[in-house]
């Protein structure tokens, strides 16, 4: 469930002082994660789209593009909307796959770029389902994960806080 992986965000990136960095929206279907840190203080502005995207393509194994989700539409964050494609059985497709697929269907991931720090939004209501299967979480969490790490090195920090 999305307030599992929230958890463990919290646990991650606790609050600095009494400042959160992981915040969700009360349906929990969408889970804001503002990751300040005192390693991006004098950091430059991180736009790397490219990186973003090739992190993505090695972290998920399903189709994703990026877009705009319908709240960013308006300030055009890059977003990465999971695209699964639903192969049918005479392409290899099973059951199972379909079912695979359709854990991410209508999901996106926000990332808000050029950016000091990670500003990212996961959205995880799936026609008001938010229920993950547990190794999507864990993509998820490794994909945040990374993203950070990506802010990290561009701030010239390779020690991660937390």
């Known amino acids: 469930?999305?307030?599992?992986?929230?958890?463990?965000?919290?646990?991650?990136?606790?609050?600095?002082?009494?400042?959160?960095?992981?915040?969700?929206?009360e349906a929990?279907?969408?889970?804001?994660?503002?990751?300040?840190?005192?390693?991006?203080?004098?950091a430059p502005s991180f736009a790397s789209q490219e990186?973003?995207?090739?992190?993505a393509s090695k972290t998920f194994d399903v189709n994703f593009r990026w877009g705009h989700a319908?709240?960013?539409t308006l300030s055009k964050v890059p977003t990465i909307i999971f695209d699964p494609v639903i192969l049918p059985k005479a392409e290899g497709g099973t059951y199972k796959l379909?079912?695979?697929?359709?854990?991410y269907s209508g999901h996106s991931i926000e990332i808000e770029l050029p950016s000091y720090f990670p500003k990212i939004i996961i959205s995880t209501g799936n026609r008001g389902r938010t229920d993950l299967l547990d190794r999507q979480?864990?993509?998820?969490y490794n994909f945040v994960e990374g993203v950070y790490n990506l802010f990290l090195e561009n701030a010239g920090n390779s020690k991660v806080s937390g």
Do not use: W
């Open 137 to 140: 979480r864990d993509l998820y």
């Open 51 to 55: 990186k973003i995207n090739d992190l």
């Open 28 to 42: 929990f279907e969408r889970i804001h994660l503002y990751l300040i840190d005192e390693a991006f203080v004098d």
């Open 70 to 72: 319908y709240y960013s």
């Open 98 to 103: 379909m079912e695979y697929n359709d854990y």
């Open 1 to 25: 469930m999305t307030e599992i992986l929230f958890q463990k965000f919290k646990e991650r990136f606790p609050p600095i002082g009494d400042c959160e960095r992981i915040t969700i929206y």
